[in-house]
């Protein structure tokens, strides 16, 4: 089984990623863990090749080759990546949604030390809301997708009342209605 998860910022798409993959027992994989092996490769380290991949498309192509490559020699896994839905057709698309209040809490609360915006409540409020619109802006103009648009998905699931643990329940529960 494919299943790729997709979300909004601070939605919990690794909390409940990880722990999917942990209880159905498939391995775990993320954009991090493609990009560490991308980095590896060519011998740099990921803050090096973050760098590169800021100024550089050519490596946001090797991410994608990579993952498209991933989805069809690969199974047995969750993806948690914005875009691996677009890259991974045939996966089980999943995207959690949060309202911002949550979002901003959560993200605030985990005190992110790279995120530096994260003083208050509010800046971190919109801090996320720039994000956003910078990341639609982008893969509208890269990919000419939105990884918003909830019509790329096979299930939307709202994490802004739900813990990790009822979300995974909630998904586990769709995933053997779906295999019947």
Known sequence: MKITVSGKIGAGKTTVSKALAKK???????????????????????????????????YHK???????????????????????????????????????????KRIFNQKRRSEKENISLEKTKKAIKQREKLEIKSYKRLYNVNHHDKKNYDLVIDTSESTPEKTVNNLIKFLRQKQK
Do not use: Q, W
Not at 82 to 93: M, N, T, W
């Open 62 to 104: 090797e991410l994608d080759k990579k993952t498209i490559e991933i989805g069809k020699t690969k199974d047995n896994f969750v993806f948690d990546s914005r875009l691996a839905f677009k890259f991974i057709p045939d996966s089980v698309k999943i995207f959690l949604n949060v309202n911002i209040n949550t979002a901003a």
């Open 24 to 58: 159905l027992k498939l391995k775990y994989l993320s954009t991090g863990t493609v990009m560490r092996e991308l980095a590896k490769e060519k011998g740099l380290t990921i803050s090096e090749f973050l760098k590169f991949a800021e100024k550089e498309t050519r």
